[in-house]
Nanobody
Framework: VQLQASGGGLVQAGGSLRLSCVVS????????MGWFRQAPGKQREFVAT???????TYTDSVKGRFTISRDNGKNTASLQMNNLKPEDTAIYYC??????????????????WGQGTQVTVSS
């Protein structure tokens, strides 16, 4: 499976962006889809995950501001980001994982990754 992420950009604090991840080669519904981010000098960190049945999980710092979703018809996963803060600045990556893992909040279960899209939030 191949993933293509897009939608990043420069936005002022309080603004919004919508990231998209197009899945090719397999159906998006076959996977747990995750979004991770990596800021300069930091490790890649978990942002959000959506499971097969639509259940979602978020890291605490984005709860209430970010929404992960999946469109099986368009074979995409998206991350709607509202009320962005400067600390959200990072490269954002989408990723796909199969069943069988107990914790999808780490990079380990994800076997396919998009190329990353830069999100920069100015204060």
């Amino acid at each position: 499976v191949q993933l293509q992420a897009s939608g990043g950009g420069l936005v002022q604090a309080g603004g919004s962006l919508r990231l998209s991840c197009v899945v090719s080669g397999r159906t998006v519904g076959d996977y747990v889809m995750g979004w991770f981010r990596q800021a300069p000098g930091k490790q890649r960190e978990f942002v959000a995950t959506i499971y097969w049945g639509g259940y979602t999980t978020y890291t605490d710092s984005v709860k209430g501001r970010f929404t992960i979703s999946r469109d099986n018809g368009k074979n995409t996963a998206s991350l709607q980001m509202n009320n962005l803060k400067p600390e959200d600045t990072a490269i954002y990556y989408c990723a796909a994982a199969l069943r069988g893992y107990t914790d999808y909040r780490t990079p380990a279960p994800y076997h396919s990754w998009g190329q990353g899209t830069q999100v920069t939030v100015s204060s």
